[in-house]
């Protein structure tokens, strides 16, 4: 049973490098699963005074979730991780949800395997400015409706339904990201702005948590190399680019580019795909195509949104002409950066060969120096030195 | 200016005046500024190489680096204007002066001052390049005969001194890409970036690869030749590189007797 026990450090599993079928290693543990392991001890409850067990575990889920090694292979052959890191899952924004709040379908224990979570159900808590049950509901209705959605096309249009992303394909693990950063400022609870909270809030951890749950919506949660990564699994893959007719590789372009280079080298405020594909203030569910007049990067948006006040605010209109994604490698579409391309390929390859040869023959001229294939005779060759100054 | 004698004499050898100290010092500011810009410019262009990352993290990484760029750039572009001024000046002085005091200044003869002109490419050079051919490919064993400046190092010359005004208003074109889309359509800056970063890469190959051959790789050279310091050049080389002017020079020195032949 133990041996099964692995030795994984899910805190330092940096998001997106994780093999696929570790990337889901955090949906997994919540999702659930059959409990193969540790059955006797969940009946004797002596293992449930845990200290940092999560505040709202009314159920006592950790009693088994906390073994590191609570895992098992599924039908589809994925190894699937069913712990739970409760340091990591208590800072995040569902700490004060219950296990079972998502997974609704459980309701005995040990439980059977758990159906995947819908994250537009409601939770018990109730949201404080209109009084009404939490859900994530309204974001998914607008991500239906976007690009990324099929809300808005006939059934017959819909020809892969399986490419649309849903709520987890992005959010996969938004409790073993590290310390995020907002562009270029350092993020976390702020001492000094949480005395002022704590002023009144003297009870508990209520200014804490607050504190956090506000301000982390306000902070970059992932670096702009990890959104294009992000992007990058479906948008990266030139046979989902095909099948729903888009042009070319648009993540190698966009590394090609100031803006990716930058982000390669760990700028956070360089734009990543989000900061130009998203109406500038839009919810970033809402991303349109660039055939969509709403759309940020329709060609009558482009100006405004590369405009954007943290961006470029004393461009011209014409900025909108600059070409972010161009294939060097498409003559009809880029005839301009690809034929100057060429220019100074063939330039530099004709330069080069030129040298190179002479090089070559000069090094090889030194070791027959005074050979010749047509002797000059000697008067002949004399009268050339002598006249030489004279050219 | 100060005067320099055509031919020194340093432990019993003959050395040949090439370079005045303005010009060493130009040359100076130029090799530091274009290799500072090489490698600070170079991990931009292949970031995702192994060696990218640390070498531009030496240079202070993506908030430091492009500055250091920029401002290398800039000093790049005033020695630019610079030595455009300097042999303006020193046309209008010792040629056009001349011309002057002769009573001979005419548009036509302006013109023919300015091709004259020992950095301007000539038929003489058309014709050491045949000579050249001749003697590496064994058609002949005479080397050729170059004047003051050798087609090579006019290459050597006119390789940054058109490639500064293409990569230097690029790359400043790329610096003030917001303000410059007020005046071109932005997709000048594709054009800029391609012109920027494709002439760089000529220059870097040229300079490192066929430059540094000609000064320091090749055997005779090899590991530095010494005249970008000094000023000078040894006879010998003046015989192998030189040998028209060093004739030339010798016979102005009243030394006809002491002309060493080429085939020594």
Redesign the interface.
Known sequence: MLGMIMNIDINNSLYGVCPKGWRNVASACISGGLLYMLLMFCGLGLFSSNSIAAAADELNCVLCHKYRGLSRIDEKGDFRLFYINQGLFNKGPHKRIQCKDCHTDIDKIPHDPAKDVDCTVQCHLTEPSGEEKFTHKPVAEVLAKSVHGTANMDEEEIEYPEDYPYCTDCHDQPLYRPLSFFKGQAAGVSERGLSRCKTCHQTGDFAEDFYNHVTSRLQKMRVSAEIVNLCAKCHGDGKFQERHGLQGNVVASY?ET?H???A????DA?PDCIDCHVVYGENVHSIAGKDSRTSATHEANVAATCRASEC????????????VH?DYDDPDK?P??HY??KF??Y??AG??YF??T??F??????L?P???????RKEI?QT??ST??N? | MQRYPKIVRRNGKRYFFRFSLVQRMQHIILFTTVITLALTGFPLRYYNQPWAKPLYEFFGGIDIAPWIHRITGLILLALFLFHTGYWIYLFFKNRVGRLIREKALTVGNVIKEFFSMEMIPNKKDFYDLIDMFKYLLFFSSRRPHYDRISWKEKFDYFAPYWGIPILGPAGVALWFRDEITQYVPGIALNAFYIMHTDEALLAAIFLFFVHWYNVHYSPEKFPMATVFLTGYLSEEEMIHEHYDEYERIMKEEGLELEIISQNH
């Open positions: 590394w100031f990716g280079k930058a390669y080298f760990g700028s360089t470029h605010a004393n461009a011209g209109e014409q900025i909108a002409g600059y070409q161009t880029y301009m950066q100057m391309l100074f390929k330039l530099m330069v080069m040298f190179v002479i090089i023959l000069e090094l090889l001229r030194r027959f005074n050979f010749s294939f047509f002797k000059p060759r050339t030195i030489a100054g050219e």
